[in-house]
T-cell receptor, first 113, second 114 residues
Framework: GENVEQHPSTLSVQEGDSAVIKCTYS??????FPWYKQELGKGPQLIID?????GEKKDQRIAVTLNKTAKHFSLHITETQPEDSAVYFC????????????FGTGTKLQVIP | NAGVTQTPKFRVLKTGQSMTLLCAQD?????MYWYRQDPGMGLRLIHY???????AKGEVPDGYNVSRLKKQNFLLGLESAAPSQTSVYFC?????????????FGDGTRLSIL
C-alpha cells in the first residue's frame, strides 16, 4: 500500500523567514496531494492541494511543488507569522474506490516572534 | 453552515464500557470516514462509508463498529473499550464523486480509557 514519509517532524523558524516541509510517497498511482494544518485542539483543515497534472500551485504565502518522477512534494510557507504555528500534514490519495488518503506523520512548526 | 460536528468532545471510560461517537455533516457529502490520531502516527483510518447504508473497514478496524443509517450521520461504536483505544478520534467527509476531493474534518473526540 501507499507509504507517505514526512520531514522534518519539528521545525522552528524566526518570524518572517520561510519554512519548507517535504514529503515522499511510494505509490505511483497517487494523483492528489492535499496539505492540512492542525491547530491545537482542532481538526485538520485543508490549506492547499495539488493534482498530479500540475507541478506547482501557489496561494498567497503558501506554495506546493510536486515532482512525480521523484515521488516527492513540498510545502513552502514564506514570510512566516506566529499564527502559522501548528502541525502540518501532507497526504497522498489514489483515485477510485473511496479515494483512499494516506497521511504523513506531521510536522510541528513553531514560528518564533 | 456547521460543516462536520462531532459529539462528545471529551469522554473518559472504564475498561469494558461501551459508547458511541456521533458525527454529523451538513454538506451533503457522500463519503464519510473515521480516523484515530495517536502521537507520532498521523491519522489512521478505522472505517469508512461511501454512502447511506454502506460501511467498510479501514486500516485499524478491530474493536470498532460503525453505522450509516442516514447520509448525514456516521456513528462509531466501541463495544468493550480497552486502554489501547485511548486516542483522539476524527470524523471526516468528502464529496466523493469525480476527481479526488479534500476531506473536511470535525474537531475531534478525545477519549481516555482507564
Amino acid at each position: 500500500g501507499e507509504n507517505v514519509e514526512q520531514h522534518p517532524s519539528t521545525l522552528s523558524v524566526q518570524e518572517g523567514d520561510s519554512a519548507v516541509i517535504k514529503c515522499t510517497y511510494s505509490d505511483s498511482a497517487s494523483n492528489y496531494f492535499p496539505w492540512y494544518k492542525q491547530e491545537l485542539g482542532k481538526g485538520p483543515q485543508l490549506i492547499i492541494d495539488i493534482r498530479s497534472n500540475v507541478g506547482e500551485k501557489k496561494d498567497q504565502r503558501i506554495a506546493v511543488t510536486l515532482n512525480k518522477t521523484a515521488k516527492h512534494f513540498s510545502l513552502h510557507i514564506t514570510e512566516t507569522q506566529p499564527e502559522d504555528s501548528a502541525v502540518y500534514f501532507c497526504a497522498a490519495s489514489i483515485p477510485g474506490g473511496y479515494q483512499k488518503v494516506t497521511f504523513g506523520t506531521g510536522t510541528k512548526l513553531q514560528v518564533i516572534p | 453552515n456547521a460543516g462536520v460536528t462531532q459529539t462528545p468532545k471529551f469522554r473518559v471510560l472504564k475498561t469494558g464500557q461501551s459508547m458511541t461517537l456521533l458525527c454529523a455533516q451538513d454538506m451533503n457529502h457522500e463519503y464519510m470516514y473515521w480516523y484515530r490520531q495517536d502521537p507520532g502516527m498521523g491519522l489512521r483510518l478505522i472505517h469508512y462509508s461511501v454512502g447511506e447504508g454502506t460501511t467498510a473497514k479501514g486500516e485499524v478496524p478491530d474493536g470498532y463498529n460503525v453505522s450509516r443509517l442516514k447520509k448525514q450521520n456516521f456513528l462509531l461504536g466501541l463495544e468493550s473499550a480497552a486502554p489501547s483505544q485511548t486516542s483522539v478520534y476524527f470524523c471526516a467527509s468528502s464529496y466523493g464523486r469525480g476527481l479526488n476531493q479534500p476531506q473536511h474534518f470535525g474537531d475531534g473526540t478525545r477519549l481516555s480509557i482507564l
